[in-house]
């Protein structure tokens, strides 16, 4: 029985599509067996692929060593409150670029795209100095508002605003609709894929976020999750 050049196809890819998932699910799956097993093992050739006895104490001693509940929760926290504002920010800044005619916009987005070229390093002490003296050192607010901007999602949401038919916008003023109304009861579901993609963008990239937390905060308790892992290792 031949098997036709299409199907060879398709199991080709299928086969370069479980190898990858195999490739990319691996270091996951050996994190969680060493998990399970007392560090020593670790350094263990050949390595150990099957789970150990050592899960539950090992949970209690990283809790012990470091408040966990309290840097999840920080870093929880501040990952929500900066993905639903830059979503919100984002939103309303692309709004008005694509659909509002004022002095000066020809130069503010491309200023917003320079902006993009500088890492947050680069902004480190400027930043520093400004929540120091707004007195904001080991709080929230230094954490969070920094963040507020999104480059990224003014351009995600301008882009795609500009692709939505002008003629919703005739209609929706023929209707009697304001700027707002028409933002809300129009753009905004047609942006659900977009908003969605930014959170999860978002959320990974403050949850993993560790140079500013760790210039900005010495008390424990404003400690996030990545500076509670830091600890963890060194300790």
């Not at 060879?8 to 990319?24: N, S, W």
């Not at 400027?126 to 003014?154: C, D, E, F, V």
């Amino acid at each position: 029985m031949r098997i036709s050049r299409k199907k060879l196809q398709h199991l080709g890819i299928h086969a370069i599509l479980i190898l990858t998932l195999l490739a990319v699910a691996f270091p996951i799956y050996y994190a969680f067996i060493m998990a399970t097993h007392i560090h020593q093992d670790a350094y263990a050739f050949p390595p150990i692929l099957t789970p150990g006895d050592q899960l539950m104490p090992n949970i209690t001693e990283a809790w012990s060593r470091v408040d966990m509940s309290v840097v999840l929760n920080n870093s929880l926290i501040i990952a929500v409150i900066v993905s639903i504002g830059k979503i919100v920010f984002s939103i309303l800044a692309a709004f008005a670029f694509t659909h509002f005619k004022f002095r000066g916009s020809w130069f503010l987005f491309p200023l917003c795209m320079v902006t993009q070229m500088m890492p947050l390093p680069v902004r480190v002490i400027p930043l520093y100095q400004t929540m120091a003296n707004l007195g904001w050192l080991n709080t929230y607010r230094a954490l969070t508002i920094p963040y507020l901007a999104s480059t990224t999602g003014i351009i995600l949401f301008r882009q795609f605003y500009m692709t939505v038919p002008e003629e919703l916008a005739d209609a929706a003023r023929v209707d009697g609709a304001s700027p707002m109304q028409y933002l809300r009861n129009i753009l905004i579901p047609l942006s659900w894929t977009n908003i969605a993609a930014l959170l999860v963008i978002e959320f990974v990239y403050m949850w993993n976020e560790y140079l500013w937390p760790n210039i900005v905060t010495t008390a424990s308790d404003m400690r996030v999750a990545q500076m509670g892992l830091r600890m963890l290792y060194t300790s």
